[in-house]
């Protein structure tokens, strides 16, 4: 069974940072796209960013230059690292990965439950 748990979240000023970290059980991100995914208060859940087996990364524009996500196979442990944190960027973040091999993302996700961040201006 597939095991997906966030941790790293919690609440800080402006401008400060936080790590993500997202570790698998019963997967492994080897040969697997995964992302990271988030929902702020009154949206939908949008997408933030990506990373394909072959380690090359994608970014949602508004965390571009700001946001830097990357995995540790050998851990089987996504990460999310967050910079210059702004309040709009308060949201709950979901880390997902694919459940499909493959060189791009299926979109077959598998979701974790969730970690809150929480930026105060």
């Known amino acids: 069974q597939v095991q997906l748990v966030e941790s790293g979240g919690g609440s800080v000023q402006a401008g400060g940072s936080l790590r993500l970290s997202c570790a698998a059980s019963?997967?492994?991100?080897?040969?697997?796209?995964a992302g990271w995914f988030r929902q702020r208060p009154g949206k939908q859940r949008e997408w933030v960013s990506s990373?394909?087996?072959?380690?090359?990364?994608t970014y949602a524009g508004s965390v571009k230059g700001r946001f830097t996500i990357s995995k540790d196979n050998a851990k089987n442990t996504l990460f999310l690292q967050m910079n210059s944190l702004q309040p709009e960027d308060t949201a709950m973040y979901y880390c997902?990965?694919?459940?499909?091999?493959?060189?791009?993302?299926?979109?077959?996700?598998?979701w974790g439950q969730g970690t809150q961040v929480t930026v105060s201006s």
């Open positions: 997902a990965a694919d459940r499909r091999l493959g060189t791009y993302c299926s979109g077959d996700w598998v």
């Open positions: 019963g997967y492994t991100y080897v040969g697997r796209c």
């Open positions: 990373i394909r087996p072959d380690g090359s990364t």
